[in-house]
């Protein structure tokens, strides 16, 4: 155990009212049986969990961000365009493509019609207004890490070219033209259920801007889509074990990416890297497939895998 305080025992310390010192003496570290993370035990409730993640960080602004520049820039994330592009050469364009928790920070958004998502923003969305408000840390992050993300796209595009890499076939067509689903799933936090930002929802955004059908991910019956894809969220759900079940039952193919554990501080009720989500693979009945290797641009200290039924 580290006996200096980070910024979420503290907090853990403070809402049970108990100094750093004891919560440490008083817990003990167990070792997941599904998924094998060490965390501590005794833990809080669930609605005890929610309101401390709320406490310690009220708003994500990560997937909202996105959407902004998305939709002030005209232009998706490139390394998700190219990630649908391997998709589609590996396992066939999906006659039904399903995202869950959030529309902004994978696929839907990057292969969305970016015409008609900004003159949705110009014409409906209330963040168009001129009194729209950006929080502090949402205006910081978006300066700073879109700067990095340009910078480090701008270095792979080079060494992309240099290399020569294979690019999807540019006129078989819009990429992932099925049918879409924005799937909302519960959360420690809150999101997905009840997810606003700039006065509007994910899920308005997702059905009326980003030409997405809406459905509770529990809703979606078995084998009715051929691809589903969880990007930086699986780490926030209730039951992720059963998040990834039910996504394996809805399609045979399941795409997820998140960034590793040591990027999961306080706002995270789990951790997940390939290793770990490997072994549940092995435990659960399904194939964990490494992809990083097959993205020379693919965002450092993220992994991304395939996971399929066995």
């Known amino acids: 155990m580290n006996a200096k305080p980070d910024s979420y025992t503290q907090r853990f310390a403070e809402y049970l009212g ?7 003496n008083g817990s003990q570290q167990i070792e997941c049986a ?33 959407w902004e520049v998305a939709t002030r820039t005209g232009a ?13 050469q590996t396992l066939g364009r999906p006659k039904h493509y399903v995202e869950i928790a959030c529309p902004f920070s994978g696929i ?6 970016m015409q008609g998502v900004a003159e949705w923003h110009a014409k409906s969305s209330p963040s168009s207004r001129p009194d729209w408000r950006m929080t502090k840390m949402a205006r910081i992050y978006s300066v700073w890490d879109r700067l990095g993300l340009r910078i480090t796209d701008a270095i792979l595009s080079i060494r992309r070219r240099l290399a020569r890499a294979p690019r999807g076939d540019a006129t078989t067509g819009a990429l992932f033209s099925g049918s879409r689903t924005f799937a909302v799933v519960p959360s420690l936090r809150r999101w997905s259920l009840g997810c606003n930002r700039f006065g509007t929802g994910c899920s308005q955004v997702a059905l009326q801007a980003l030409t ?13 889509a051929d691809l589903v894809g969880i990007f930086n969220s699986l780490d926030h759900v209730e039951n992720p074990v059963a998040v990834l079940r039910k996504c394996l039952e809805v399609a045979p193919n399941v795409v997820v990416a998140g960034h590793e554990p040591s990027r999961a501080k306080y706002q995270h009720a789990y951790a997940f890297d390939a290793n770990t989500i490997r072994r549940l693979g092995e435990k659960h009945s399904f194939t964990v497939t490494d992809l990083v290797g097959q993205m020379n641009d693919w965002p450092r200290l993220e992994y991304l895998v395939l996971l399929q039924r066995a």
């Open 18 to 24: 108990t100094t750093h010192g004891d919560l440490l």
């Open 34 to 66: 599904e998924c094998g993370a060490v965390f501590l035990d005794p833990w809080l409730s669930k609605g005890s969990q929610t309101a401390l993640f709320q406490l310690a960080s009220p708003t994500h602004i990560s997937g909202w961000t996105e």
């Open 76 to 88: 998706g994330r490139p390394h998700m365009i190219r990630l649908a592009e391997l998709l589609e």
């Open 108 to 113: 839907l958004l990057a292969t969305a019609p």
């Open 212 to 224: 997405c059908d809406v459905a509770m991910l529990d809703e979606l019956a078995p084998n009715s």
